[in-house]
Nanobody, 123 residues
Framework: VQLLESGGGSVQAGGSLKLSCSTTGYYFTGCGMAWLRQAPGKQRELVSSIGDGSPDYLDSVKGRFTISQDATKKTLFLQMNNLKTEDTAMYYC???????????????????RGPGTQVTVSS
């Protein structure tokens, strides 16, 4: 299984970016997909996830970020609007099912993750 993120970059506060994540060899589509992020010196956090129900969002990004998938559920997107300096982080695409069951988003052994794409927001 391979995940590959793209679309990161440097923007000024208030700007927008759209992240994409392509997957290869991933078939546990019933477990959903998600975006995680980790800023230097901080713990990794779940930004947004999408599955069979309504998408979930970190409180700090609600109303600004939108997660979506293509029809095959193997390509993931994250539209990020009104970016803030505190959104600066490495963003990772994640897919659960690594151990044959869905598991938890922040448990490394439960998820496949891409190498990440850097998002830097300046004031």
């Amino acid at each position: 299984v391979q995940l590959l993120e793209s679309g990161g970059g440097s923007v000024q506060a208030g700007g927008s970016l759209k992240l994409s994540c392509s997957t290869t060899g991933y078939y546990f589509t019933g477990c959903g997909m998600a975006w995680l992020r980790q800023a230097p010196g901080k713990q990794r956090e779940l930004v947004s996830s999408i599955g069979d129900g309504s998408p979930d969002y970190l409180d700090s990004v609600k109303g600004r970020f939108t997660i979506s998938q293509d029809a095959t559920k193997k390509t993931l997107f994250l539209q990020m609007n009104n970016l803030k300096t505190e959104d600066t982080a490495m963003y990772y695409c994640a897919a659960r099912g690594r151990r044959g069951y869905c598991g938890h988003w922040l448990t490394d052994d439960d998820t496949y993750r891409g190498p990440g794409t850097q998002v830097t927001v300046s004031s």
